[in-house]
């Protein structure tokens, strides 16, 4: 199969939030993007499809290899060969993809955290380092476009976990800290069975305010010098921001059911992150998309 079509086709049918982020680029960085999409797509589904852990393992010691031949040789796999053509052309560091690599490989490792501290690698991992990718493909000046990316990537896998909390659970995975359910006195029996209790919605409560402190911290962080060029960025932060907004207003009513945010609004935030960014207004946490 023609590497560039798969990697294409593979970004096209997630219909992921990213997706609509990418609309507005030149392609070379939006062809860049679905390759780094692509590879942790692939890399996720590695842990997430099947139940041999010997075989997972395996998996993911060959997607290692693979990148080793993404900087050094001649990959195989059609997302590593677009992936190198990727790196050719933007700054992609080959430790921050291996990071992502090891983010998925935790979920072989453990299902639960105790404190935040202990998650917070994780997200790390699975998250910021993704956007640590996208901002050496977006373009930046100013260092401190680094700690946006950090501090979104967090704010974006909360939101995540957040909202497939009982799909997580039904998978033998809690994301939520465990001494956040020791203190609100829900249990990981009661997010697998969906019981939507007075105590859950205080539980997910605290768990919106953690959010809404990273995405607060990425708004201060990123440099008025580089939001032309990191509009897309924004529009992912602003569609996660919209998804927390919306479960807040649900009241957490986030069992039977995947939430969303509707495609006419993801477009909607789309085209007005790339607006500001072309007038050069101010974007704050207080802004709403």
Not at 38 to 51: E, L, M, N, T
Not at 55 to 71: S, Y
Not at 160 to 184: H, K, T
Not at 241 to 257: D, M, N, Q, S
Request: hydrophobic share 40%.
């Amino acid at each position: 199969m023609n590497p560039a079509k798969f990697v294409s086709r593979l970004t096209r049918k997630s219909r992921s939030n990213f997706f609509y982020a990418f609309l507005c680029l030149p392609r070379p960085q939006r062809e860049a993007l679905y390759a780094v999409y692509a590879f942790c797509r692939i890399v996720d589904d590695a842990v997430d499809v099947g139940q041999d852990r010997a075989a997972q393992r395996k998996e993911l010691d060959r997607w290692r290899a693979e990148m080793a031949q993404v900087f050094e040789g001649r990959p195989v796999h059609p997302a590593a060969q677009r992936l190198q053509e990727a790196v050719k052309l933007f700054p992609i560091p080959r430790a921050v993809l291996e990071e992502i690599i090891a983010g998925v490989e935790m979920d072989l490792e453990r299902s639960t955290y105790k404190t935040f501290d202990e998650l917070y690698p994780y997200c790390y991992r699975v998250a910021s380092a993704v956007g640590l990718c996208c901002i050496e493909i977006f373009g930046y000046t100013d260092v401190r476009a680094r700690e946006y990316a950090v501090n979104l990537g967090v704010a974006l896998q909360l939101t995540n976990i957040m909202r497939d909390v009982q799909p997580d659970a039904l998978a033998g995975r809690v994301y939520l800290p465990q001494e956040d359910l020791q203190r609100f006195g829900v249990t990981a029996d009661d997010l697998a069975a969906g019981r939507y209790t007075a105590d859950f919605v205080r539980l997910m409560e605290h768990q919106a305010r953690r959010a809404r402190s990273y995405y607060e911290g990425a708004w201060a962080a990123l440099p008025r010098a580089d939001q032309r060029t990191l509009f897309a960025a924004e529009i992912m932060g602003r569609t996660y921001f919209a998804l927390l907004e919306t479960i807040e207003r649900r009241r957490f009513r986030v069992f039977g059911g995947r939430v969303s945010v509707p495609t006419p609004r993801k477009l909607g935030i789309a085209l007005r992150c790339w607006v500001r960014s072309r007038l050069g207004h101010s974007i704050s946490g207080k802004t709403r998309a």
